[in-house]
Nanobody, 125 residues
Framework: QVQLVESGGGSVQAGGSLRLSCALV????????WGWFRQAPGKDREGVAS????????YYADSVKGRFTISQDNARNTLTLQMNSLKIEDTAMYYC??????????????????WGQGTQVTVSS
C-alpha cells in the first residue's frame, strides 16, 4: 500500500523559513510526478511545486518561485520543500502527493492519485 507521510510544518514569523518533508512508502514506479500542494481555509487547493522523478525537472507556482525549493533524495523516498522568505499568504495546510506516472500538468491536483494527510504551515506578522 502506498503511503505519503508529511512532516516539518509549524508556525513561523514572516520572513522566516520552514522545511517540509514527505516520506514515500510502497510506490514502485521509477518515474512519477511528486509534488506539494496547499489549501488555505475557503480557498481551492493549489499546486506549489512538483518534481518529475525521472529527470529531476521541477515546476513552481509563480507565487513561490525564488523562495521555495523542491528536491528529492537519490533513493526517491523522501521529498523536501525548503520554504524561505515566508509570507503571511503562505499560511495553509500543505499536502504531499504522488502520481502514477508522468504529469502533463504537474501543478494540477487531478494528476495525482496518492495524497498525504497534510501538515499545517502558519506564518504570522
Amino acid at each position: 500500500q502506498v503511503q505519503l507521510v508529511e512532516s516539518g510544518g509549524g508556525s513561523v514569523q514572516a520572513g522566516g523559513s520552514l522545511r517540509l518533508s514527505c516520506a514515500l512508502v510502497g510506490l514502485h514506479y521509477t518515474s512519477f510526478g511528486w509534488g506539494w500542494f496547499r489549501q488555505a481555509p475557503g480557498k481551492d487547493r493549489e499546486g506549489v511545486a512538483s518534481i518529475y522523478t525521472g529527470t529531476g525537472t521541477t515546476y513552481y507556482a509563480d507565487s513561490v518561485k525564488g523562495r521555495f525549493t523542491i528536491s528529492q533524495d537519490n533513493a526517491r523516498n523522501t521529498l523536501t520543500l525548503q520554504m524561505n522568505s515566508l509570507k503571511i499568504e503562505d499560511t495553509a495546510m500543505y499536502y504531499c502527493a504522488a502520481s502514477g506516472g508522468y504529469c502533463y500538468t504537474p501543478l494540477r491536483s487531478f494528476e495525482y492519485n496518492v495524497w498525504g494527510q497534510g501538515t499545517q504551515v502558519t506564518v504570522s506578522s
